[in-house]
């Protein structure tokens, strides 16, 4: 896979490595509906609430959400939004109007996806009001770009391109302005993993070695050489999805060494149980009211199986290493 350029967008691999955004938006969508956080922009993204899902899926998928913005949100804290912020393998993630809610806007905020996925957000964004608005409102040239698998405004920015083939990704987020001069965080949620752990490793290492001062988050599967490990890796098989990079997924360990092998000063990971129990426990209270969750155990096997990995470079001492849960 490596050697081959470009990587053709028919590719099945490709595809449902592409059908796994819809799956996290299906069920960020299911998740809200029940009360378990507040989006209000998803919904724009998936026209209908969908079959339920299992009280396990949801709470993973809140631990998902409130642990990658815990350490998101404390990184714009820490740089005071002097910063910009690179989403990979972005999807249909409403992270950018969130934040524009919120008053925690970066200078800008950068997507990348395969062009098939980025084409379509960009339509929802044109032909949905509430989508459109804010990046209107944080627009204050007349030079917005909008086409089929683009978009460039002054904080907000969508480029379709192959992660895989870094001297593309390169070119285009410099074509639209990062500036590898500004504290930069990296942000990828179940992305690395289906690529070859050596494609992964030019990938963070390219960001170590781009800019001085940055961060970079990453959610994805550990633990990964149990029983309940390879049930999770056959089930996916057989919707042909090949996870390429399971062998960096085999402990915490391994997840923290890809970044400190590839130019990255520090690096942490936490399992999801465990971010799980250190996030505010009155809300995790709330959120275990909603539904009735008979299976404990399944629960907590599920959250053992994902982790959160952050590494950081702080030239500018801006006290990254203390961003943490």
């Known amino acids: 896979m490596a050697t081959r350029q470009p990587f053709p967008d028919s590719d099945t691999a490709d595809e449902a490595v592409r059908s796994t955004c819809d799956d996290a938006t299906i069920s960020k969508r299911y998740a809200t509906s029940k009360g378990y956080w507040t989006d209000p922009y998803v919904q724009y993204f998936v026209r209908s609430v969908g079959e339920r899902k299992a009280p396990e899926i949801n709470r ?5 959400v409130q642990g990658m913005n815990h350490l998101l949100d404390a990184f714009l804290r ?5 910063c910009q912020i690179v989403n990979l393998g972005a999807g249909l993630d409403t992270t950018f109007w969130r934040l524009k809610d919120e008053n925690l806007m970066p200078r800008k905020y950068f997507e990348v996806d395969f062009p098939m ?11 949905k009001p509430p989508l459109s608005k804010p990046l209107i409102e944080t627009h204050s040239t007349d030079s917005l770009l909008l086409d089929g698998h683009c978009l460039d405004s002054d904080r ?11 001297p593309g990704l390169e070119e285009k987020l410099k074509k639209f302005h990062l500036n590898p001069e500004l504290p930069t965080l990296f942000l ?44 999770m890796i056959e089930n996916l098989q057989r ?25 990255w000063e520090n690096a942490d990971a936490l399992d999801m149980m465990t971010v799980y129990s250190v996030l ?11 539904e009735f969750l ?13 982790s959160i990995c952050w590494a950081t470079k702080d030239k500018l001492k801006l006290g990254l290493s203390q961003v943490a849960f």
């Open 60 to 64: 993973g998928y809140y631990a998902r």
């Open 78 to 82: 820490k740089t005071k939004c002097d």
């Open 117 to 127: 996925i980025v084409a379509r957000k960009i339509h929802n964004i044109k032909t």
């Open 156 to 166: 907000f920015c969508i480029i379709g391109t192959d992660l895989r083939d870094i």
């Open 188 to 231: 990828s949620e179940c992305v690395l993993v289906y690529l070859t752990p050596e494609q992964s490793s030019k990938l963070v290492n390219w960001a170590s070695d781009t800019f001085h001062t940055a961060m970079f988050i990453n959610y994805e599967q550990v633990n990964m050489t149990d029983r309940f490990g390879q049930v």
């Open 239 to 263: 919707r042909q999805c090949n996870l390429a990079g399971v062998e960096v997924c085999q402990s915490l360990e391994t997840q923290k060494e890809r970044f400190l092998k590839t130019g």
């Open 280 to 290: 505010p426990q009155d809300d995790v209270a709330r959120i275990e009211r909603l």
């Open 294 to 306: 008979d299976e404990k155990e399944l629960l907590q096997q599920l959250l053992q199986h994902y």
